[in-house]
């Protein structure tokens, strides 16, 4: 039991303390906290300012990104758009039926649904471009080892 807890303490500061990647050095390069506030509004109309945390890259002066964030939220926008098409798939079968105007809606929703899961473009950029670089770095370890 005691075991499992030192576990779970574990876990959690390692995924307090993840490095942030930098988009534009493709590397967990040295960075530096800047405090940034950012405003938002309130339930009662009003305005309140938080304190946000970005890391910023020492090497390119670019904010950086964590990995995870960027991850979740690729994945819940192409969750989102994909659950859209399939809302709009499912209402042209069960409630319209096919005819070529429904199929024609059907490819303008599937366009505008592929537009918007590749908003996300920093976080797609910064997942792409670690994956490259991990990529290349067993690609060299392959070669080292020949
Ligand atoms: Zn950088």
């Known amino acids: 039991m005691k075991e499992d807890d030192q576990e779970i303490e574990i876990i959690e500061t390692a995924a307090q303390e993840e490095e942030p990647w930098c988009l534009h050095c493709h590397n967990f390069s040295d960075y530096r906290k800047k405090w940034d506030t950012i405003r938002r509004s309130d339930l009662e109309g009003g305005a309140y300012s938080e304190n946000v945390v970005v890391p910023q890259c020492i090497a390119c002066e670019k904010p950086m990104l964590f990995l995870s964030t960027a991850k979740k939220l690729t994945w819940s926008v192409y969750a989102l758009s994909t659950l859209t098409w399939l809302l709009g ?40 471009s670690h994956q490259q670089a991990r990529r290349e770095e067993s690609l060299k370890n392959l070669l080292q080892k020949l």
């Open 89 to 128: 798939l499912c209402s042209v079968l069960f409630l319209f039926g096919l005819s070529p105007g429904s199929i024609f809606g059907l490819i303008v929703l599937g366009g505008f649904c592929y537009l918007v899961s590749r908003l996300p473009q920093k976080s797609r950029q910064a997942l792409q």
